[in-house]
């Protein structure tokens, strides 16, 4: 089964950026599907970021990132990014690329999960 693995987490102060990237083991595995990331903070559920149609056209985001964090994907080099900007210590979390389990619109069931890159955001 392919994989989906994460790059680009890392320490931050308040304010600063970090961009984040996912890329299929197997490329055709995320070709025709929504891409998403999810996050989940120490003693907290996990919660929806944001997630991008197979095409790239439609985007959501959730509330708490809208307008600090941008998502796109490169269906040339088959890789999801979360460029994020403005980043406050509530940003501090693990995130996790996603892949729909259907959809190629947006990610409304999750069917795959990266492994997780951690995000720590110092005030």
């Known amino acids: 089964q392919a994989q989906l693995v994460e790059f680009g987490g890392g320490l931050v102060q308040a304010g600063g950026s970090l961009r984040l990237s996912c890329e299929a083991s197997?490329?055709?595995?995320?070709?025709?599907?929504?891409m998403g990331w999810f996050r989940q903070a120490p003693g907290k559920e996990r919660e929806f970021v944001s997630s991008?149609?197979?095409?790239?056209?439609?985007?959501d985001y959730a509330d708490s990132v809208k307008g600090r964090f941008t998502i796109s994907r490169d269906n040339v080099q088959k890789t999801v990014h979360l460029q994020m900007n403005s980043l406050k210590p509530e940003d501090t979390a693990v995130y996790y690329c996603?892949?729909?389990?259907?959809?190629?619109?947006?990610?409304?069931?999750?069917?795959?999960w990266g492994q997780g890159t951690q995000v720590t955001v110092s005030s």
């Open positions: 996603v892949r729909d389990k259907f959809s190629g619109v947006r990610v409304m069931q999750v069917g795959y």
């Open positions: 197997d490329p055709t595995f995320v070709d025709s599907y929504a």
């Open positions: 991008i149609s197979w095409d790239g056209v439609n985007t």
